[in-house]
């Protein structure tokens, strides 16, 4: 069965510094991945997704994220984090062999420090 | 921007009442999901739906669960009699392909007392 983790429960980064949220997928096949936000009050936003080709994939919002498939990894990514940025992140797997369900990460909360 | 809704946004039930969550996807979609989320939990696959019939479907999504498309545009979610531990967030989300990128809703908050 294939699963997701993310093993920063919370971060918490100053506004203009970079950010980094770590994504670790377990699956034997080629997954599709994918970064959603939540924002409080709010639904999934889609951040951006990984399905084949350049393993560095930009997002909106300046998010971008790389696949290393060495270290099963897809790691998120800001290089200078806005005070908007404040919500919870999570990484997703989808693979053709499990189906079309997404399994997902427990969400990384970050907290933006003025 | 096209974008899945669901209505309610919150819901308060009691123990063994039926309850329905209401989603409408993106129009020209052809996949819709039931995902849910029990609070400090990971976001877990219900169901996935596809003309018309269930494609895939968790554990979790047992006889007290159904799901249904019963126009061109709402795809619902009955949970028939419901327990304290259906308390939960629930999303709705829809694709214009299999495999491809799945959108979700905002979710309907179901507290069940």
């Known amino acids: 069965a294939q699963s997701v983790t993310q093993p920063d429960i919370h971060i918490t980064v100053s506004e203009g510094a970079s950010l980094e949220l770590r994504c670790n997928y377990s699956?034997?096949?080629?997954?599709?991945l994918f970064w959603y936000v939540q924002s409080p009050g709010q639904g999934l936003q889609l951040l951006l997704k990984?399905?084949?080709?350049?393993?560095l994939v930009q997002g909106i919002k300046g998010f971008e994220a790389e696949f290393k498939r060495s270290q099963s990894s897809f790691n998120l990514r800001k290089p200078s984090v806005h005070w908007s940025d404040a919500a919870e992140y999570f990484c997703?797997?989808?693979?053709?062999?499990?189906?079309?369900?997404?399994?997902f990460g427990g969400g990384t909360r970050v907290l933006v420090k003025p | 921007e096209p974008e899945v809704t669901q209505t309610p946004s919150h819901q308060v039930t009691q123990m063994g009442q039926e309850v329905i969550l209401r989603c409408v996807p993106i129009?020209?979609?052809?996949?819709f999901y039931w995902y849910r989320q029990i609070l400090g939990q990971k976001v877990e696959f219900l169901v996935s739906?596809?003309?018309?019939?269930?494609?895939?479907k968790s554990e979790i999504f047992d006889d007290q669960f159904s799901v249904e498309r019963p126009d061109g545009s709402n795809f619902t979610l009955k949970i028939r009699s419901t327990k304290l531990e259906d308390s939960a967030m629930y999303f709705c989300?829809?694709?214009?392909?299999?495999?491809?990128?799945?959108?979700f809703g905002p979710g309907t908050r179901l507290l069940v007392l």
């Open positions: 989300a829809s694709s214009d392909m299999v495999f491809e990128t799945q959108y």
């Open positions: 699956y034997g096949a080629t997954p599709y």
């Open positions: 990984y399905f084949s080709g350049d393993t």
């Open positions: 997703a797997v989808g693979a053709q062999a499990a189906g079309n369900k997404l399994t």
């Open positions: 129009s020209n979609h052809l996949y």
């Open positions: 739906f596809y003309n018309n019939e269930i494609s895939e």
